[in-house]
């Protein structure tokens, strides 16, 4: 049998492309040099904003005195909803999301005002001073307060085939339950930041840490009431995003922009990081209701899930988000009999928003908790359940109808990497710990990860570049995608200077702007790399034909004889450089200049009838984690992670094997760790480091072994790479399942009663169930 992993090195190799090249702001992240927003040099005359925030979570605003804000020394303004010329509404579409509430209070932290002083500390200590008097309601917190009052952001949405409950009802077994999955803070390094600059005529240019530029811009130009070509949006980098500013860096935009328009002054807003937990969103909780029908060999006969999903005031993204979780409730199996339901619920929380994975960790890890049900309730390992229930050629249609083309992928991966992993030995040995250890319990996990890859919106399938060749050879290149640490701008730069055969050093990488490539989508659903390289690859491509007529003048061939390497162009038996070649161009009129564009082909989706082509393709992967558990007082720790994980064939390895590692770790954060606590009147708790706890280094494996499985995208994607940003934060339900595995050693006879995040205190919980000692949950006051 032919190994894939030595097949994969037998491509041939390009000078850029395919190779681990460095990020382009490697050495500037270790040294400090990098300028984000907070490192730009403040315009004379900076102005600074602070949020004045609603004390409460339900009810009417009644009265909003700012007298002794407006009186304090150092305030220049404090603005309101009666200071906004166009419309009070920071929303992605929906026009319930106001920039300052105005009447109607949503939740706890809400932005009432702004205060605009000389310094930042005199803002919000202004914002203290003021009078706030609200008609306050119970506030709904939780998704059973939502289900009570039947308050909902948005309508239910079901798709399926058949009729899964007369489906479970005759099966030789049958199983129902109710699991949760907590949410998690994005908790960037660079908090939510924008300082906004008026121009003349009323333009207005904004620098904002956004994964989306061009909503930015569009938002700011509605709130202002000016055409959106008078706004400018910049982005060099972001210190993180996550999802986290998607959309939710829009408001804050918004507010130093509505200062800078109304005091005609530079104005900036930095949140504190306490506000910053309080005022923006979180990735969604959700109670996933589900029945399930399976055979003697474990294979499910008919699968129905409910989500019921936190969404907070506004609907935000809920929309795609939860369709998201509802498109991977199947993951990696094959449910012939189906029905996926949802229900976007309305709490008085901050809106939740968009985080890495989009809703699909939460659908996928639905169904991995239902797969481990059924191998404890059948004694089969919970891998060989997997196996009975994958994928297979003649059983590949997802619930909403999309055909699984790479079944062949998702069946060698895995097997690979049970090998690799040594599963089957591990297991035994696993088996004779826990026998001879009463207390202290190892658990294994091998889980698979199929994700698809495009925007289920389809229109925000498209991207933009700007390439200039200027007349010494070197190249401008810009696009619509933002930089956020996952290294886009550089494999955009690879591809640039593929194109050219020239070397990196002559590709000039410049700060995402509106003013540059307009209308471009998010930087989000793991599509930066493909919408906007093949954008890049487009333009650079259209000059470089050009560049070849020339040279094929020149030198008396054909076009087809001129060829572009090591920074020169080769034509016949002559050559010259590149820059030579450029100037040449000049010289004779030729332009070096092109704006690419590129859609996504092939995605049709038709939500109201839930029928066609959600995604391009799917990216897969595994993940083995092997924890040990310590269930007299629910410590635990992860001993090994083995992963293997599909990228197409890589644009650049390095970057790559750096976002599955660093989104194994933040999933398995979201699973372990990150645990959110609301007070019944809608108070988030956990709102600082100290009452909030993300990995640290000593919570990463210290045997973590990741390879990547050399899989050419059998669509024609750039390079036939596949996306990267989103699948691996699913490797880490491995982790989880490796500690229910452990927990379930306590008592093979019975399921385990664990949630997500699997905190010590929930582990110990879970222990305690099996012992027949149900703890009480602690779970916020």
Request: hydrophobic letters at 40%.
């Amino acid at each position: 049998m032919t190994d894939p992993l030595k097949e994969g090195l037998a491509q041939a190799e390009l000078r850029h492309v395919h190779q681990p090249l460095p990020h382009d702001s490697g050495i500037k992240h270790v040294q400090g040099s990098a300028q984000y927003i907070d490192d730009i040099r403040e315009p004379d005359g900076t102005l600074h904003l602070a949020i004045g925030t609603s004390p409460k979570a339900r009810g009417q605003l009644r009265r909003l005195d700012l007298d002794a804000v407006r009186a304090y020394p150092g305030v220049v303004a404090v603005l309101t909803a009666a200071d906004i010329p166009g419309l009070n509404d920071v929303s992605p579409a929906l026009g319930d999301d106001p920039l300052f509430a105005d009447g109607a209070i949503g939740f706890h932290g809400q932005a009432l005002f702004a205060v605009v002083a000389t310094e930042r500390d005199i803002a919000r200590r202004a914002a203290r001073l003021a009078v706030v008097a609200i008609d306050a309601e119970d506030p709904s917190v939780t998704v059973e307060d939502a289900l009570a009052r039947g308050e909902t952001v948005l309508p239910d949405y079901a798709f399926g085939r058949g009729e899964p409950q007369d489906a479970i009802a005759a099966a030789p077994q049958r199983l129902s339950g109710a699991f949760r999955v907590g949410g998690q803070e994005h908790f960037y390094l660079e908090g939510q930041i924008a300082l906004a600059i008026p121009g003349e005529d009323g333009d207005i240019h904004v620098y904002s840490s956004t994964q989306h530029p061009t909503e930015v811009q569009h938002v700011v130009a509605r709130v202002l009431a000016i055409p959106d070509a008078f706004v400018t949006c910049e982005t060099r980098r972001m210190g993180g995003g996550f999802g986290g500013k998607e959309s939710q860096a829009t408001q804050w935009a918004v507010t130093a922009a509505l200062a800078a328009r109304i005091t005609g002054r530079p104005c900036k807003l930095r949140l504190d990081r306490d506000d910053d937990f309080i005022l923006t969103g979180k990735r969604h909780d959700m109670r996933s209701d589900w029945a399930v029908g399976f055979d003697a060999d474990g294979r499910v006969t008919g699968f129905e899930v409910e989500h019921l999903a936190r969404c907070g005031y506004s609907a935000d993204l809920s929309g795609g988000v939860v369709d998201r979780a509802m498109f991977h409730s199947d993951n990696a199996y094959f449910l012939p009999v189906v029905r996926v339901g949802s229900k976007r619920l309305k709490t008085n929380t901050v809106s939740n928003t968009a985080f890495r994975g989009f809703g699909g960790p939460q659908g996928m890890l639905a169904i991995e908790h239902v797969m481990d049900q059924i191998a404890w309730a059948s004694g089969r390992d919970p891998l060989d359940i997997r196996y009975a229930n994958f994928y297979t050629p003649d059983r590949n249609l997802t619930p909403f109808g999309m055909a699984v083309e790479e079944v062949d992928t998702l069946h060698g991966l895995v097997r690979h990497l049970e090998r690799t992993s040594d599963y089957r030995e591990r297991r035994r040995e696993i088996a004779a710990f826990n026998a001879a250890s009463p207390i202290m319990k190892r658990g294994l996990a091998l889980t698979p990860v199929k994700f698809g890859i495009s925007f289920t919106l389809v229109h925000l399938n498209q991207a933009g570049a700007l390439v200039h060749v200027y007349q010494d050879g070197s190249v401008h290149l810009n696009h619509g995608g933002t930089e956020m640490g996952q290294g886009l701008y550089i494999k955009v730069a690879q591809v640039v200077a593929e194109e050219f055969g020239i070397a990196m050093e002559r590709v000039r990488i410049t700060a995402t702007t509106t003013a540059k490539v307009p209308n471009t989508a998010p930087t989000a659903a793991s599509s930066g790399s493909d919408l906007n390289g093949m954008a890049a690859r487009i333009a650079a491509g259209a000059i470089k034909q050009r560049m070849a007529a020339r040279a094929a003048a020149l030198f008396g061939v054909t076009e087809d004889d001129v060829a572009f390497r090591d920074d020169r162009v080769f034509a016949g038996n002559e050559s010259l450089t590149f820059a030579e070649l450029a100037k040449q161009c000049v010289l004779a009129r030729i332009q070096l200049s092109e704006a690419g564009f590129y859609q996504t082909p092939h995605i049709t989706w038709d939500r109201a009838t839930a029928t066609g082509r959600p995604f391009l393709y799917f990216a897969y992967g595994a993940a083995c984690s092997e924890v040990i558990v310590d269930t007299l007082t629910g410590e635990n720790k992860l001993l090994r992670v083995d992963i293997l994980h599909d990228v197409g064939r890589s644009l650049n390895p390095a970057i790559d094997l750096g976002q599955i590692e660093g989104g194994f770790v933040q999933g398995m954060g979201w699973l372990t760790t990150e645990e959110l606590v609301f007070a019944r009147d809608g108070r988030l708790l956990t709102h600082a480091p100290s009452t909030y706890k993300i990995p640290v280094a000593s919570d990463v494996p210290s045997d973590f072994r990741v390879a990547l499985y050399p899989n050419a995208n059998r669509q024609d994607t750039i390079y036939r790479s596949k996306a990267v940003g989103e699948p691996p934060i699913m490797l880490a339900n491995s982790v989880f399942c490796a500690l229910a595995d452990a927990v379930h050693a306590l008592d093979p006879a019975s399921p385990v009663p664990l949630d997500a995040p699997a905190t010590p205190e929930a582990i110990l919980r879970a222990c305690e169930a099996l012992r027949g000692r149900p703890m009480e949950s602690r779970n916020g006051p």
